[in-house]
């Protein structure tokens, strides 16, 4: 062990032979030495204050919570990364547009009439189910009933009386006929598929009931999920809190382009909080009513999908389930770079598998586990009213797969209906390099002629020869030249001279080329990234099952470094003020525990909220301005001149260096400091 008597010795000149003579070893972390118990999870983010429910000494209102101060930092940092990883990185315009919205909006967008799930009724108590959640929690049950019949079952985790909660669907352990459960593995693997009226089948074919009451349901019905709303006084203007942030992007495209001198490709993007009345939010974060969500307008030529960034990424591999796989029945993921799933078709272009590849990037960088994620694409009968190809990033948590971003390709529908309602042209206009020259038959009405000639019928015959083809148009042209033609018109027949129309063939030249853009939009929801991040993180220390951590990443933990003082004497005042000032200089959100408790329980508290990194102050600090630097999920720690670990210390928050990096720079700490 190394020892070190600093008060007798320059600390200088021990730093620099513990450099050459020894390198701190880094210690071992069993993190699965215990089961993931969620209960513990609960506990700990309850007593932490990371989140809550909201009113909740009123009772509560499910679906809506309130972040505490460790929710709140954690959620603002994941967002301050999106920022940089999307909207800096990619150059993107930035939005922040209204929540309340026009319901002529919304009834042109198609959410007033399509933006819906199914649910249904318990037919003795009237309780509301969500149809595809009722239908894979009973089927999931049965399955996980049979394993544990089987002898099969995951052992359970062990839960005390204050911490044991009421399952939510509960089912003996009875062994079901193989062929029952590959049936209901294909139910689940194609559940997204079915429609409300097949989702009633299921139930009825497969006896599923409401798990709380055992009382048969009734037949699915669509329930709209936007919150109604009125603007003004007298509530003759109807609107709807947004559920999605898109169509502020939509509605300001104009300005967008103008802003981006008229060029495309070009990406808008917009954080803030929209609203869904979700059928019953039962599950935490993962399902609420209220919410945070990151999203990205990527606007590209219909006739050119690809991307400048392409090549950067193409290597990446993801684990990708598409359509195909599903509709068989199966969830086997397929490992595949973005390059060859894009050559296949799979991904339907450049700038889609590009979006995926880069929120692949984002979700690995702020702390998900790469094993617990997947990409998987959205069979027809799920997909979004508006998308011609959509992919969802589902992270695996305790309560499955969950989907926490989806990416997909909208086309041109929303610019598309939006121009058609308002009539305001929501297109690009670029000029080409080399003028189009093409020639087509154009028809020619005498109007004042063909007035006194049919009457009435002169408007319908102009409305119908103008929706002609051009092959049509030849025909008729042809016939013309005969003397006279006949066209049907409203069941009417009407004969035509070449006194009344003629048809000529003509030259044109086009130097603009005006086109609707495509496009391709990623749509984040924070709530549920943040809670799939905390389960990941969350794990006990194998010496004291009590001892929760949370491994949350530097670049996202709430605080970032934890200083503690050995002594509350006002001796210690000015040394904690210089280094909460130096590291607050540097960039570091620090927070100082200088609270009567041991040292060890101030770390393990700090460590319950995801604190990576700890610098301890004490007497020898005092007299050598030495420093200890303390390593979250190892413990290990490390001791250095307090500018030293505060050069290392930053750059480990900053991500420049690594924790091996750190037992490289500074000597290991053994626990003792001498002074005189």
């Known amino acids: 062990m190394w020892r070190v008597r600093l008060a007798s010795r320059s600390f200088a000149h021990l730093h620099i032979g513990a450099r050459l003579a020894h390198t701190a070893a880094m210690t071992s972390v069993n993190r699965t030495a215990h089961p993931f118990d969620k209960s513990r999870l609960e506990a700990l983010l309850n007593r932490r204050f990371f989140y809550a429910p909201a009113f909740e000494i009123y009772g509560g209102v499910a679906g809506l919570y309130d972040y505490g101060p460790p929710g709140s930092s954690l959620q603002a940092n994941i967002i301050a990364e999106w920022r940089r990883h999307f909207i800096v990185e990619d150059h993107m315009l930035e939005l922040d547009t209204t929540i309340i919205t026009p319901s002529s909006v919304f009834e042109t967008s198609g959410h007033v009439a399509r933006f819906a799930d199914w649910m249904v009724k318990d037919v003795e108590t009237g309780d509301v189910l969500r149809a595809d959640h009722l239908v894979k929690n009973v089927l999931e049950a049965r399955l996980a009933a049979n394993l544990e019949a089987r002898g099969l079952a995951a052992d359970k985790v062990k839960e005390d009386d204050k911490t044991k909660k009421k399952r939510k669907v509960k089912t003996a352990a009875v062994q079901l006929p193989d062929e029952t459960v590959k049936e209901y593995e294909s139910i689940l693997a194609r559940l997204d598929n079915y429609s409300g009226p097949e989702l009633g089948q299921l139930c009825k074919a497969h006896d599923i ?49 103008e802003f981006n001198n008229g060029r495309v490709p070009f990406a808008s993007a917009q954080i803030g909080k929209s609203f869904r009345n979700e059928i019953s939010p039962r599950a935490g974060l993962l399902r609420v009513r209220e919410f945070t969500m990151g999203e990205i307008e990527h606007y590209v030529d219909p006739e050119s999908k690809g991307h400048v960034r392409f090549p950067d990424i193409r290597d990446i591999v993801l684990p990708l389930l598409d359509r195909s796989v599903q509709l068989s029945g199966s969830v086997q993921v397929t490992q595949m770079s973005i390059g060859e799933a894009v ?11 590009y979006f995926l590849a880069r929120i692949y990037l984002f979700l690995l960088k702020i702390g998900i586990n790469p094993r617990r994620l997947r990409f998987r694409q959205h069979m027809a009968n799920e997909m979004a009213h508006y998308a011609t190809d959509c992919w969802d990033a589902e992270i695996e948590n305790s309560s499955g797969w969950i989907e926490c971003v989806g990416c997909a390709d909208r086309a041109a529908y929303d610019l598309s209906v939006h121009s058609a309602r308002t009539g305001h042209p929501l297109v ?23 007035g006194k000639t049919l009457g009435r019928d002169a408007g319908l015959v102009q409305r119908v020869v103008g929706e002609m083809s051009q092959e049509e148009l030849v025909r008729l042209k042809g016939e013309l030249s005969q003397g006279s033609t006949t066209i049907s018109a409203d069941e009417k027949q009407i004969v035509l001279t070449p006194e009344l129309l003629t048809i000529e063939r003509r030259t044109f030249k086009q130097s603009i080329r005006e086109f609707t853009p495509n496009v391709i939009e990623p749509s984040f929801g924070f709530g549920r990234i943040l809670y799939s991040l905390l389960e990941h993180s969350f794990w006990c220390r194998e010496q004291d099952v009590e001892r929760g951590v949370l491994s949350l990443p530097a670049l996202v933990a709430p605080t970032k470094v934890l200083i503690v003082p050995l002594s509350a004497k006002e001796e210690f005042d000015p040394l904690i003020e210089e280094v909460s000032t130096k590291l607050r200089r540097s960039g570091i959100f620090s927070r100082v525990d200088d609270s009567n408790t041991s040292i060890g329980k101030r770390y393990a508290r700090n460590d319950e909220l995801g604190t990576p990194f700890g610098v301890t102050l004490d007497f020898a600090s005092l007299q050598n301005r030495t420093m200890t630097l303390r390593e979250r999920d190892t413990t290990d720690q490390l001791i250095g001149s307090i500018d030293d670990v505060i050069a290392v210390v930053t750059g480990l928050v900053q991500g420049t260096l690594t924790w091996a990096d750190a037992c490289s720079r500074l000597m290991n700490y053994d626990g003792v400091q001498a002074v005189e």
Do not use: W, Y
């Not at 329930?223 to 502020?248: C, D, K, V, Y």
């Not at 050559?343 to 598998?353: K, S, V």
């Not at 189009?436 to 063909?450: A, D, G, M, Q, S």
């Open 209 to 257: 009931r409401n798990p709380d009451t055992g009382n048969q349901v009734g037949e699915p019905q669509q329930f709209n999920l936007m919150f109604a709303s009125s603007i003004g006084p007298t509530g003759q203007h109807p609107g709807f809190l947004r559920p999605e942030t898109a169509q502020g992007h939509f509605l300001n495209f104009s300005r967008l382009l």
């Open 428 to 450: 690009v206009r670029q000029a080409l390099k080399e003028p189009i020259v093409t020639e087509r038959e154009v028809p020619e009405f005498n109007k004042k002629v063909l």
């Open 343 to 353: 050559d296949r078709g799979m991904i339907a272009n450049e700038t889609l598998g």
